[in-house]
T-cell receptor, first 111, second 113 residues
Framework: QKEVEQNSGPLSVPEGAIASLNCTYS??????FFWYRQYSGKSPELIMF????GDKEDGRFTAQLNKASQYVSLLIRDSQPSDSATYLC???????????FGGGTRLMVKP | NAGVTQTPKFQVLKTGQSMTLQCAQD?????MYWYRQDPGMGLRLIYY???????DKGEVPNGYNVSRLNKREFSLRLESAAPSQTSVYFC????????????FGDGTRLSIL
């Protein structure tokens, strides 16, 4: 069974700090990796995706992928209270674009 | 600019009642999905439709049926609701290739008494 693991948190960081969110996956055949943000009572919202080993930057967000270690992470620089949410890691490895989601990490950014 | 639209947003049912959750997307996506989200369990795939005319079971299909009515619409039916089906249900769609993300609707909050 394919698994995607995340620390449930909460991860608490002060405003302006770097938040580091981590995700490991079991299926070595996985090809695409997605990070979603979910505010309480809302639906998941895509914030980043990455396909190749290395780093991908988009504004304050950086996704990092290491396929050899089966590890993907999300860094949030200059964290803001509005970043407080649950961050879901999702991994794709099948035809038909099925995603396997981790349980999510709750991030709290304190002013 | 609607994206993925789900109806209803909230519903309360009694055990044994049936209902259909509706989902429609206006992005011309090929693939559509139904998930449920429970506290501590994350998002779990119930059924998906890789393309119009096809449907397949996901991780937790028992107690549910689906219909891909056309390219835009994908419905989820509970034939005889049980309290264990109390959850938040999300519909999602994607273009259908593995490198493309899924886009989610706002969800349906379903309570079964």
């Amino acid at each position: 069974q394919k698994e995607v693991e995340q620390n449930s948190g909460p991860l608490s960081v002060p405003e302006g700090a770097i938040a580091s969110l981590n995700c490991t996956y079991s299926d070595r055949g996985s090809q695409s990796f997605f990070w979603y943000r979910q505010y309480s009572g809302k639906s998941p919202e895509l914030i980043m995706f990455i396909y190749s080993n290395g780093d991908k930057e988009d504004g304050r967000f950086t996704a990092q992928l290491n396929k050899a270690s089966q590890y993907v992470s999300l860094l949030i620089r200059d964290s803001q209270p509005s970043d407080s949410a649950t961050y879901l890691c999702a991994v794709n490895g099948n035809a038909g674009n099925m995603l396997t989601f981790g349980g999510g990490t709750r991030l709290m950014v304190k002013p | 600019n609607a994206g993925v639209t789900q109806t209803p947003k909230f519903q309360v049912l009694k055990t044994g009642q049936s209902m259909t959750l509706q989902c429609a997307q206006d992005m011309n996506h090929n693939s559509m999905y139904w998930y449920r989200q429970d506290p501590g369990m994350g998002l779990r795939l119930i059924y998906y439709s890789a393309s119009e005319g096809t449907t397949d079971k996901g991780e937790v299909p028992n107690g549910y049926n689906v219909s891909r009515l056309n390219k835009r619409e994908f419905s989820l039916r509970l034939e005889s609701a049980a309290p264990s089906q109390t959850s938040v249900y999300f519909c999602a769609s994607s273009p259908g290739t593995e490198d493309q993300p899924q886009h989610f609707g706002d969800g349906t909050r379903l309570s079964i008494l």
